[in-house]
């Protein structure tokens, strides 16, 4: 007989989640993680709660306040002169952020029923898992089911390989004590753009480097053209077609060549991707299939090729998000319970928190056209939103794809203030199957940021009111 019904391998948002739904099914769950504080204490919620999505967004809205302090608010009629920044303070709030969420973690597990050990996990034969513990001990579990939830870790280039002192993960990006006067970042995705906005706003020069020809080429083209040229009025120097060729650091300096070029910065931000973490984990070894970039394969229903045995998140691929791995783990909890459970791919959302903000789900336009769809168009502008141009962030706009034929909605693209929180009831309407005219014709509350996705899907037949 099996010690557990489920273990789970991992405690960022696929693997907690999954732990906490196998646990309310009435499964006998423990989750294992080898996460440490500073501290050497267990800290649970993975990278994105200890050195990712959380203390970045805890960033991002100190930056923020900062930013709008020294040049927005004056146009409220705020005066503030001599607006300072405490650079130790701002870290040590991003720290509290931290702490209380992974805290919180230990109490959702407690609540919920679910064991936690801290250690390193390593599969061996017959589903079981063998724990090394952080003093050295080990232990050896086994379980009906297994759940690999390990995650992923930043992708090192070999011109430019991380000290964390000079060339900076995106660990090391949050952890900066000292505004660098000259800050280069290669890499003009989600994790380049946030952190080069954050310091950007605290005063540094911010160059980004970018090897693609094109700015955000899997958003849509007239959301990335818009939101390139807002970034650069910020002050991020945005170079594409940067095809970077070494870094060297010397004299507290770091050289950039890159396309003949040469950029000379303080720091230098490595954000090129992540990969998947299976370090240790033994995975090949008990019959595990991973392809040649070491995701893990699984089938529909995250299953590796050992029944019993699955994976979820960014082990796996696809889309790099918390949320996606979060609903993947509520998916194989209820799945091994023997419920009916399903992902639905086609509508998670994607948002990257620069400000304004940029949100999308569904289909850009290039790739409708490419799949040769026939569509509508429907758009607005923030610009002529009232709650936009009350609250001084008028900068973006709403676009809508729907089917020509039949009005379902494609996708659904938004740069501008809260982008965030607006690209919900999209995937809400795509979720429940709406057309572009149910939307249209639901009531938005006024004066509100959502009206503009109201005032976007009548435009879908040429309605726009307010435009």
Aim: hydrophobic share 40%.
């Amino acid at each position: 007989m099996a010690d557990y019904n489920v273990i789970v391998i991992g405690a960022g948002p696929a693997g907690y989640v999954a732990a906490i739904r196998c646990s309310q099914l009435g499964m006998k769950t423990v989750c294992v993680d080898k996460w440490l504080n500073s501290e050497n204490q267990a800290s649970l919620g993975g990278t994105c709660l200890n050195v990712g999505c959380i203390p970045s967004k805890a960033l991002l809205d100190s930056s923020h306040h900062y930013s709008f302090m020294q040049k927005q608010a004056a146009t409220h009629g705020i005066k503030c002169d001599n607006v300072t920044i405490d650079i130790k303070t701002m870290q040590t709030r991003k720290a509290e952020v931290v702490e209380t969420l992974t805290k919180g973690i230990a109490g959702l597990f407690k609540k919920n029923k679910v064991t936690s050990i801290t250690g390193t996990a390593k599969l061996a034969a017959n589903k079981q898992v063998i724990i090394t513990e952080p003093d050295g001990k080990q232990q050896t579990i086994s379980g009906d089911n297994i759940i690999i939830a390990t995650g992923s870790t930043p992708v090192q280039i070999p011109i430019a390989k991380f000290d964390n002192k000079f060339i900076l993960d995106s660990t090391g990006a949050l952890a900066i004590d000292k505004v660098p006067e000259r800050l280069g970042v290669i890499g003009a995705g989600a994790i380049g753009l946030e952190l080069g906005s954050v310091w950007s706003r605290l005063g540094s020069q911010v160059t980004v480097l970018e090897a693609l020809p094109d700015f955000l080429a899997m958003a849509d083209r007239k959301i990335a053209t818009l939101a390139q040229r807002e970034l650069k009025k910020q002050g991020l120097a945005i170079n594409l077609n940067a095809q970077v060729t070494s870094a060297t650091v010397a004299d507290d300096e770091v050289t950039v060549s890159y396309s003949e070029q040469q950029l000379v910065v303080d720091k230098l931000i490595v954000a090129v991707g992540r990969k998947p973490h299976t370090d240790n984990l033994d995975a090949n070894e008990a019959g595990i299939q991973m392809d040649e970039r070491g995701f893990i394969q699984v089938d529909k229903q995250c299953q590796t090729a050992i029944a019993g045995i699955y994976a979820i998140g960014d082990v796996i691929g696809g889309a790099m998000l918390a949320h996606k791995g979060s609903e993947e783990g509520v998916m194989v909890a209820e799945l091994i319970a023997g419920q009916k459970s399903k992902m639905s791919y086609a509508t998670i959302p994607f948002v990257i928190y620069t400000h304004p903000e940029i949100a999308w789900v569904g289909k850009t336009e290039q790739q409708l056209k490419s799949a040769k769809i026939e569509y509508k168009t429907g758009q607005f502008p923030f610009a002529a939103s009232g709650r936009a141009r009350a609250s001084g962030d008028t900068s973006g706009m709403v676009r809508i794809f729907a089917d020509a034929k039949t009005d379902s909605i494609l996708g659904v693209h938004i740069f501008g203030n809260n982008a965030s929180e607006l690209i919900t009831e999209a995937v809400v309407a795509m979720e429940l199957e709406a057309s572009a005219e149910d939307l249209a014709r639901t009531i938005h509350a006024h004066p509100t940021l959502a009206e503009a996705v109201h005032e976007a899907a009548l435009g879908v037949d040429g309605r726009t009111i307010h435009a």
